[in-house]
Nanobody, 124 residues
Framework: QVQLVESGGGLVQAGGSLRLSCAAS????????MGWFRQAPGKEREFVGT????????GHADSVKGRFTISRDNAKNTVYLQMNSLKPEDTAVYYC?????????????????WGQGTQVTVSS
């Protein structure tokens, strides 16, 4: 099993940047596809980004493409979400997720493990 712990959330002004980190346990981390999702109050969980086990393939939601970048450092057992040009609509709880598959996915149903989430609040 994999345990995930997000960090890096907080308050930031619109236009600012924030980098979220997700620390993963387990020695099999490098073979997991990772993803970031978010959920705002009153809204459904939303896909943000995904990255392959080797970091060679990534995918981002259209709403964040060009502003957010997912990356990973397997040596550190960590996946990141660099968020630039933040907007108030980015305000949400951000979740890190993992799945034991080589396939990228934008569906939360396909991810087996989830972190506790970290709050990101963007003020206007």
């Amino acid at each position: 099993q994999v345990q995930l712990v997000e960090s890096g959330g907080g308050l930031v002004q619109a236009g600012g940047s924030l980098r979220l980190s997700c620390a993963a346990s387990g020695r099999t981390f490098s073979r997991y596809t990772m993803g970031w999702f978010r959920q705002a109050p009153g809204k459904e969980r939303e896909f943000v980004g995904t990255i392959s086990w080797d970091g060679g393939s990534t995918g981002h939601a259209d709403s964040v493409k060009g502003r957010f970048t997912i990356s990973r450092d397997n040596a550190k057992n960590t996946v990141y979400l660099q968020m630039n040009s933040l907007k108030p609509e980015d305000t949400a709880v951000y979740y890190c997720a993992a799945r034991n598959s080589l396939s990228l996915s934008d569906s939360g149903r396909r991810y087996e493990y989830w972190g506790q989430g970290t709050q990101v609040t963007v003020s206007s």
